[in-house]
Structure formats: C-alpha cells, structure tokens
C-alpha cells in the first residue's frame, strides 16, 4: 500500500507508516473529507448567469416603440389679415411729416441758420438726394429694428411678411420699392385701392403686409 501522506510505498500490513510514522487510518480519513469539501457539487456558470439575466429581465418594463413620423409636429400657417386702408394711410401721412421735418433739419434749416445766400440748382438736387436717403433709411431702419414707424406704431400697426424672414434687405427693398412706387402719382395706394386685399403695390410684389398688431 501507499502512504497517503508521504508516498511510501510498503507491502506490510500494519496500521501505520514505516518511514513516516503517520497513522494509515487517520491520513484516510483526512483525505476524504478534503475530497468531499472539494468535489461540492456548485451550479454551472452559464447556469447561473442565465438565471441572473432572467430575474434582470423580470424587472425591466418594456417601452414604447418610437418612430420619428409619430413625433412629427403640426406647424400652424399665421394667417395676414391687412390693417384697414384708411388706418395705413394715417399712418403714412404721419411718417410723411416726420420725414419732411427731418429733411428741413438737414438742410434748408441748417443753410440758412448759416447765413446761406441764393439757392443753386445744385444744391436743389443735393438736398433731395439727401431727403430720398433718409426717408429710405428711416422706413428700413424702423421696419427692421421695431417692425413699425412712427406713424403705424401711433396706430398701433406693424409689418410682417408671409412665408419669409423680415430681415434688413427685405425691409430695404420694401423702402426703396415704396417710395419708388410712390412718385408717379401714388402708384402704389392706387393699386392698393383697386385691388380686393387693398394691399400696395410695393407690398404686394414683396409678399410684405402692414397687420395691426395683436
């Protein structure tokens, strides 16, 4: 037999080892209570990660399936309606005066207050291209910075533009069309007075309308 804690192998029948010493039945007994403790039966790790995935699972709750075209919002159309005619026009006959005032300030006042002499034709014409800049920056400047004048804020009007962003060359254009358009004749209030909307020409041809404000 052999010596379980040594190794010795003898042919003698006795209870203990001849080159240890070790009792044979106590080493027996040792060595099969460390191969019980070793050999415990334990679960599979794939068992118990299955296990554990399954409880996980149990205390998740399922969420609803989002699609992009179920977030989809409905934009609302801001419907114009023009101010009545004969509030616009108001308006505009009080930002006719101010803008007359502010051309006497910048000229004919300040030539005069200098002692100024004969007017020449030149000077004629520089004046009115000084009062046709500033009326076409009053409106611009206005229009862009307040989305009214003068005038149509004292009637509480104000322009918005249908289907377009009111930014600086909008409101340019929409001064240097409507004094354009004004000279021959008040073109454009004609054609505002002609037409079932009662919009200006100007107005009309740059999709820009005066609302009054809500």
């Given at each position: 037999m052999r010596c379980k804690k040594c190794g010795y192998?003898?042919?003698?029948?006795?209870?203990?080892?001849?080159?240890?010493?070790?009792?044979?039945?106590?080493?027996?007994?040792?060595?099969?209570?460390?191969?019980?403790?070793?050999?415990?039966?334990?679960?599979?790790?794939?068992?118990?990660a299955e296990r554990t995935g399954k409880s996980e699972r149990k205390k998740t709750t399922p969420t609803p399936l989002q699609l992009p075209f179920e977030e989809e919002t409905k934009i609302e159309k801001r419907i114009l309606i023009p101010a009545p005619i004969g509030i616009r026009a108001g308006a505009s006959l009080i930002d006719f005066v101010i803008v007359v005032a502010i051309g006497l300030l910048t000229t004919l006042i300040p030539y005069?207050?200098?002692?100024?002499?004969?007017?020449?034709?030149?000077q004629v014409i520089f004046w009115i291209v000084v009062f046709i800049l500033e009326t076409i920056i009053y409106f611009s400047l206005f229009h862009y910075l307040m989305g009214?004048?003068?005038?149509?804020?004292?009637?509480?009007?104000?322009?918005a533009a249908q289907d377009k962003e009111l930014n600086f060359s909008l409101c340019l254009l929409k001064s240097i069309l409507g004094f354009i358009l004004t000279l021959p004749f008040f073109l454009t209030w004609i054609y505002?007075?002609?037409?079932?909307?009662?919009?200006?020409?100007?107005?009309?041809?740059?999709?820009?309308?005066?609302?009054?404000?809500?």
């Open positions: 192998v003898f042919f003698e029948e006795t209870s203990s080892c001849p080159k240890c010493g070790a009792d044979i039945d106590e080493v027996e007994e040792e060595t099969l209570l460390i191969e019980d403790e070793e050999t415990e039966q334990t679960a599979p790790l794939f068992i118990e005069y207050a200098c002692g100024g002499g004969k007017v020449t034709i030149l009214s004048t003068l005038g149509k804020s004292f009637f509480e009007i104000e322009i505002s007075l002609i037409n079932e909307e009662e919009v200006p020409l100007h107005d009309a041809m740059l999709g820009v309308l005066s609302i009054e404000k809500e």
